[in-house]
């Protein structure tokens, strides 16, 4: 061994350290993004009438605190609130069509233009979102 080895073997270790740090610092983030949702069931799609489509997430367990509020519209042709389309918790279902009545559990029945909050957060990429609403904010609903 010559004098250099310690150091340099001290100095591997050191990277090795930080890589591991790192790669723990980066799951962590993504599990942070993703608000401690455990979701398990496929998310469906409703008629609403008129063209209406209304997207329900599968059964989900635990959420984030974001709070969506506002009048419930149609967005590009799906169900929301304002001008942001709304993933709806598992259990929500359409029980008007003429006007668009919707059922949410921990909400209850609330028609187009209605009033309505539900806790949340913003989603990317959900994947039953219909092309046409695709391109509009997102925001999943939290389990009532």
Known sequence: MTAGEPDRAARRRTRVRRRLLLALTVVLAVAAAYGGWRVTGAPRTLDGGDGTTVVVGGRASGGSDALASG???VVDGC?????????????????GTDP??????????RSLGDDVAVGGGQVHGYRAVPEECAGRPLFRAAPG
């Open 71 to 73: 009048s419930l519209t």
């Open 79 to 95: 169900l929301g609130i304002g001008r942001t389309v709304v993933v709806w918790p598992h259990g929500t279902d359409v029980v």
């Open 100 to 109: 668009l009545v919707v059922d949410v559990p921990g909400v209850g029945e």
